[in-house]
């Protein structure tokens, strides 16, 4: 086990075009605290990929990591053609109202990234601070085909720890982690099956539409409109958000703040203490701390 407590599971009735669906969503810190951050993971991973962050932001924080439908913990659609923007955006607005509060923090990874962009360049948003994990307004598109290769395959295992072998190899540009890492991020993806065997804990309909035009990103305009701190993370060997599309984040819209983790491609976890260390200071409002210098 990765932290010392574990997360409040709750739900609520999320509601797309084809009907309610169920939304599981992890809470930790003081249920009545009103400093409330929301996490959004990645297009095939899950909320519980926020535990050791949410761990360390307990103290000062209420973190509400919510598993988006067709993963997780969540329901799984009817209709594979509803997993798009749209749902997402009703499902974190259905969120954050849950959250009772009159403004979020929000963390957001890849997919989650993006979500971020769209909610806090609302007019009216309710985003007062967010942290975008390794995505921008324009995407690569080798590395769209990349996760276009695997997402929606389904494949099957005959034991954990060959799901787990598979998770360490499509998830090797997370970067180096320890085995209790590994473990925890296969753990959290994975789902055995009736017949004993394992698979993975998201519906393959997610890549319906994903597969049909993965590559229309163009969020220039909504970046320019954002208003609230920015905090831009970045895997040094990302293949999804180039080095010239985080330095442009960093000079229009908001003039995000960007911080660079060596040895990390996409995305970063927020495993890494120097990774925890960056969001939980911006978060707090606090510098966060320069990269160790060698010596």
Do not use: K
């Amino acid at each position: 086990m990765l932290t010392r407590t574990s997360p409040r599971a709750r739900a609520f009735a999320g509601l797309c075009p084809h009907g309610f669906h169920r939304v599981a969503y992890f809470e930790w810190g003081d249920p009545a605290n009103e400093q409330v951050v929301i996490c959004v993971h990645g297009l095939t991973r899950n909320g519980r990929d926020f535990d050791v962050l949410a761990e360390a932001l307990a103290p000062t924080h209420r973190v509400l990591a919510v598993d988006m439908p067709g993963r997780g913990a969540s329901e799984w659609l009817r209709v594979p053609e509803d997993y798009v923007f749209t749902t997402y955006v009703a499902t974190l607005a259905a969120l954050i109202a849950r959250a009772n509060v009159a403004g979020v923090s929000f963390v957001g990874t890849s997919m989650g990234g993006l979500l971020g962009i769209v909610l806090a360049a609302q007019p009216g948003t309710p985003i007062e601070r967010l942290v975008v994990n390794d995505v921008g307004p324009v995407l690569d598109p080798a590395a769209l085909r990349r996760i276009a290769s695997y997402v929606g395959q389904d494949p099957t295992f005959a034991s954990f720890a060959e799901l787990e072998t598979y998770i360490r190899t499509v998830s090797a540009p997370f970067g180096p982690h320890d085995d209790a890492q590994w473990r925890h991020l296969a753990a959290t993806t994975a789902r055995e099956r009736p017949d004993g065997r394992w698979g993975l804990n998201y519906d393959p309909g997610i890549a319906v539409p994903f597969s049909s035009d993965p590559a229309q990103v163009g969020l220039w305009p909504l970046w320019d409109a954002i208003r609230c701190p920015v905090l831009v993370t970045r895997g040094e060997s990302s293949d999804l958000l180039s080095v010239a599309t985080a330095q442009a984040m960093t000079e229009r819209g908001p003039r995000a703040t960007l911080r660079t983790f060596a040895g990390v491609g996409h995305a970063p976890t927020f495993m890494a203490a120097d990774q925890v260390a960056a969001v939980t200071s911006f978060l707090r409002d606090a510098p966060a701390p320069a990269p160790a210098t060698p010596g």
